[in-house]
């Protein structure tokens, strides 16, 4: 398996302290009634703009809105490779650590999304289906960029085939570009929850990088009888 030298647990508690700054400028910058039924948002000025300038297509929106089921895909086939090992090993602590931690990181993702649908920070700029939905931040900006990069490390630090890891590589980085871009130009966010979702799934997913590290590091030390 690939280790990276480089712990990332710093550089993703930075992610989400700027995520956390992003979203208190939100909550205090600019914020009027822009969106329907009278719902406010911060940075009014430029959300409206850059919503105006892109207007509203649907059909992007129904694009993306099934691709998401692609990173749940996704979740799935790894809980099955942590399920067998943990039959194969009769023992969920013979799971490899990655795919444990990796269960643990998805659920944090979940509880995420969870929270911000719980305690809205701003809605979209659109009715869905009649309905007035929390955008901020946009989550299938944050299951995409969340999920999809897991993918590319399990590949990078599981296959031994190089062709393997470079098609792995252009399908997460295509995939998660056009998904960001479509759900950008779509117009069911404000542009301000779409940069939320990357700020934060990034962080997430330098803090699942870093956790890695910590608990192999320590395996590496309980190998060798180092304290």
Request: proline content about 4%; hydrophobic content about 50%; glycine content about 8%.
């Amino acid at each position: 398996m690939k280790k990276m030298k480089n712990n990332q647990l710093l550089p993703g508690a930075v992610l989400l302290l700027i995520f956390a700054a992003w979203t208190v400028l939100i909550m205090n910058i600019d914020v009027r009634p822009a969106g329907p039924n009278g719902s406010v948002v911060g940075f009014a000025a430029f959300n409206t703009w850059f919503h105006n300038m892109t207007g509203v297509h649907m059909t992007l929106y129904t694009i993306t809105d099934w691709l998401g089921l692609v990173p749940i895909v996704i979740c799935l086939c790894f809980a099955g490779v942590g399920l067998s090992q943990w039959i194969k090993r009769k023992n969920i602590a013979g799971v490899d650590v990655d795919i444990l931690l990796l269960g643990g990181y998805y659920i944090l993702v979940i509880a995420a999304y969870v929270f911000f649908e719980m305690v809205p920070v701003n809605y979209r700029p659109i009715l869905i289906d009649g309905y007035l939905e929390a955008s901020y931040p946009s989550s299938t900006t944050l299951l995409v960029l969340s999920v999809l990069p897991t993918l590319k490390y399990q590949i990078d630090r599981r296959a031994t085939n190089l062709v393997i890891k470079k098609a792995v590589k252009a399908f997460v980085i295509v995939f998660s570009l056009f998904m960001v871009t479509g759900r950008l130009l779509s117009g069911v966010h404000w542009f301000t929850d779409i940069a939320g979702g990357v700020l934060l799934s990034a962080g997430l997913f330098y803090i699942y990088e870093g956790a890695v590290q910590m608990a192999e590091k320590a395996e590496e030390r309980e190998e060798h009888g180092i304290l």
